[in-house]
């Protein structure tokens, strides 16, 4: 991909991020969701399933021509604020 100006990529980020965001918020409802479905907090982290989106995150990077380790630091980073988000979930139900 190719731009003439520093200005028309900076455009297309911003088109991307326009198209990512939407896909980060169903993702961020998802982890509610999938807080309700586990008994608390202790089941919350599930380092296997992790692990396996990590790697399957990795394989889709290599396939569409992303640098791997740079997508695995990205979904890291998304993971933990998954977690995050599902902990905060169980603390308020746990306050109600």
Request: hydrophobic share 50%; net charge neutral.
């Amino acid at each position: 991909m190719r731009f003439a100006s520093l200005q028309e990529v900076r455009e297309r980020i911003d088109a991307l991020d326009a198209q990512i965001i939407p896909l980060l918020a169903a993702r961020f409802a998802c982890a509610r969701e999938a807080a309700r479905h586990k008994a608390g907090a202790a089941e919350v982290p599930a380092p296997e399933r992790a692990a396996r989106v990590v790697a399957n995150a990795r394989a889709l990077a290599a396939a569409h021509g992303a640098p791997p380790e740079a997508v695995e630091r990205v979904y890291r980073a998304l993971i933990d604020a998954m977690i995050d988000i599902e902990l905060r979930q169980h603390d308020e139900a746990k306050n109600v």
